[in-house]
């Protein structure tokens, strides 16, 4: 079983930045895909990033190219949402997600286990 936590979310004015982190823990976490996702309110859930399993491939949603950086650190187990010049339209809750994923770029059904989420707000 894994467990996905994510931390650092908050309030931010648009142009700024945030990191996003999600500790994983569980058995072989280290070798699993993982991802971001996000949802607004009243929109569904929304992919954003995804790094596979020794973060030398990353794979992005098109409107947060150039902006933010998937990143991981298999010792740690840690994965991080670096987010620059943030956006309205980036406010949603983050989701950490893992998986398995026999393809690349992974879908979202390929993801077996997911975190809580963390506020993202962007507001002047």
């Known amino acids: 079983q894994v467990q996905l936590v994510e931390s650092g979310g908050g309030l931010v004015q648009p142009g700024g930045s945030l990191r996003l982190s999600c500790a994983a823990s569980?058995?072989?976490?280290?070798?699993?895909?993982m991802g971001w996702f996000r949802q607004a309110p009243g929109k569904e859930r929304e992919f954003a990033a995804a790094?596979?399993?020794?973060?030398?491939?990353?794979y992005y949603l098109d409107s947060v190219k150039g902006r933010f950086t998937i990143s991981r650190d298999n010792g740690k187990n840690m994965v991080y949402l670096q987010m620059n010049s943030l956006k309205l339209e980036d406010t949603a809750v983050y989701h950490c997600?893992?998986?398995?994923?026999?393809?690349?770029?992974?879908?979202?059904?390929?993801?077996?286990?997911w975190g809580q989420g963390t506020q993202v707000t962007v507001s002047s």
């Open positions: 997600s893992a998986g398995a994923p026999g393809r690349w770029p992974p879908a979202a059904e390929d993801y077996d286990y």
């Open positions: 569980g058995r072989g976490v280290d070798a699993y895909a």
């Open positions: 790094i596979n399993w020794s973060g030398r491939s990353t």
